[in-house]
């Protein structure tokens, strides 16, 4: 009897452009469709592809949630780590990392460099917008913290409220400091990735999001 072929092993993560691939593919795709004549271009200088050839896709695979939606060139991201982060702040040039940012939220860079100075404190947030778009670029919007005790938050700041507190640490104790503004929202973080199913303790620990329109 013959043995079975063996299938092809599938991408650890699917993206839709315009069909389920990896995420080299889906950015090799849009940057091919974005250079055909039928293509409408807004406001940008024809840099379309520019994270690709930085290598930013082999950095950003893990941590790009899959396009479940199939928004067009459009990936999140809530969980982004130090090894990641260390990564993106080689790749992006110095002035976009002191630039970018969302709206009135701190620059890309202060917080990658706040996620590597504080692995076990921080996670980023946020999207990207790959090369199909004219506006292509990796955002921060926010924050995940972990907190040694619970703080009282909420979206509305009610009576009581620690919000402030809470921001107070981030921007001192862990250096997210160049926002011109308090983040919009904070609220307890119950997400993906950092609860502990293993019985360990690490349910117990306190994550809250913070979070910049």
Do not use: K
């Amino acid at each position: 009897m013959p043995t079975p072929a063996v299938p092809p092993e599938l991408p650890r993560r699917r993206f839709t452009s315009p069909e389920l691939v990896d995420l080299t593919t889906a950015w090799q795709l849009e940057e091919r469709m974005a250079a055909t004549e039928a293509a409408t271009h807004f406001w940008c200088d024809d840099r379309h592809g520019w994270m690709l050839r930085a290598g930013m896709h082999r950095v950003l695979e893990p941590v790009l949630l899959p396009d479940v939606l199939g928004a067009s060139s459009f990936y999140r991201f809530v969980e982004l780590g130090a090894e990641v982060a260390a990564d993106l702040l080689e790749r992006l040039p110095d002035d976009y990392l002191a630039t970018e940012r969302q709206n009135d939220g701190p620059s890309i860079g202060a917080v990658l460099r706040a996620v590597v100075a504080h692995p076990d404190r921080l996670r980023a947030h946020g999207y990207v917008i790959g090369p199909g778009r004219c506006d292509e670029r990796l955002t921060v919007e926010g924050v995940l913290v972990r907190c040694d005790h619970e703080f009282a938050v909420g979206e509305h700041h009610c009576p009581g409220c620690q919000c402030d507190e809470l921001y107070r640490y981030v921007v001192v104790g862990l250096g997210v400091d160049d926002a011109a503004v308090p983040p919009h929202e904070v609220s307890p973080w119950r997400g993906w990735g950092l609860r502990d199913p293993s019985g360990s303790g690490r349910d117990e620990e306190h994550w809250y999001r913070l979070w910049w329109d």
